[in-house]
T-cell receptor, first 112, second 117 residues
Framework: DAKTTQPPSMDCAEGRAANLPCNHS???????VYWYRQIHSQGPQYIIH???NNETNEMASLIITEDRKSSTLILPHATLRDTAVYYC?????????????FGKGNQVVVIP | EPEVTQTPSHQVTQMGQEVILRCVPI?????FYWYRQILGQKVEFLVS????????KSEIFDDQFSVERPDGSNFTLKIRSTKLEDSAMYFC???????????????FGPGTRLTVL
């Protein structure tokens, strides 16, 4: 699976949009971009995933660049409960090798 | 909303003892996983399980570890002879599939904190 690069940490203002970047310059054509987050000591929580089109759900939006070498997770109105470590993971979506390879992630702190 | 549950939430054991961590995956999911997270470190994959057999395992998952789906609802991780370095949070996860597209996203349980003394 391709590796990803995220900033180690960032602060966001409560009520504002939070834009979380991820670089995955070695992504291959059949790899998806997945985002998870982990609120302190809890299990990782799935947020969203995409292949090449932008995606939106009730939690967030995912913007993937046309060359697919980077993406941005957008939390439209950050709340204090969004403080967490956010993980960007790229992996093939198939029927085998389903492991998720978590990196160190991006520690996002939402500030009042 | 369906969720993955894990018991116990905290397990304390003596080194050398056997422990069994239990998980109830989401009911219509077919793929099951164990991960662990040592305090302050990354979440690490241990093993995946499908159709009553291990489909993939990491180098961490040695002979001291085993997994089982003893009935239609539970999924267990057994550590035969615990070591101090087994102290960690252990997360169970499960996922379904969408025909033709592959395995769906994984949903994680709240974890079991294992402390080996």
């Amino acid at each position: 699976d391709a590796k990803t690069t995220q900033p180690p940490s960032m602060d966001c203002a409560e009520g504002r949009a939070a834009n979380l970047p991820c670089n995955h310059s070695t992504i291959s054509g059949n790899e998806y971009v997945y985002w998870y987050r982990q609120i302190h000591s809890q299990g990782p929580q799935y947020i969203i995933h995409g292949l090449k089109n932008n995606e939106t759900n009730e939690m967030a939006s995912l913007i993937i660049t046309e060359d697919r070498k980077s993406s941005t997770l957008i939390l439209p109105h950050a709340t204090l409960r969004d403080t967490a470590v956010y993980y960007c993971i790229v992996r093939v979506r198939g029927y085998g090798n389903n492991r998720l390879a978590f990196g160190k992630g991006n520690q996002v702190v939402v500030i009042p | 909303e369906p969720e993955v549950t894990q018991t116990p939430s905290h397990q304390v054991t003596q080194m050398g003892q056997e422990v069994i961590l239990r998980c109830v995956p989401i009911s219509n999911h077919l793929y099951f996983y164990w991960y662990r997270q040592i305090l302050g470190q990354k979440v690490e994959f241990l093993v995946s399980f499908y159709n009553n057999e291990i489909s993939e395992k990491s180098e961490i998952f040695d002979d001291q570890f085993s997994v089982e789906r003893p009935d239609g609802s539970n999924f267990t991780l057994k550590i035969r002879s615990t070591k101090l370095e087994d102290s960690a949070m252990y997360f169970c996860a499960s996922s379904g599939e969408t025909g033709g597209l592959g395995v769906n996203e994984q949903f994680f349980g709240p974890g079991t904190r294992l402390t080996v003394l």
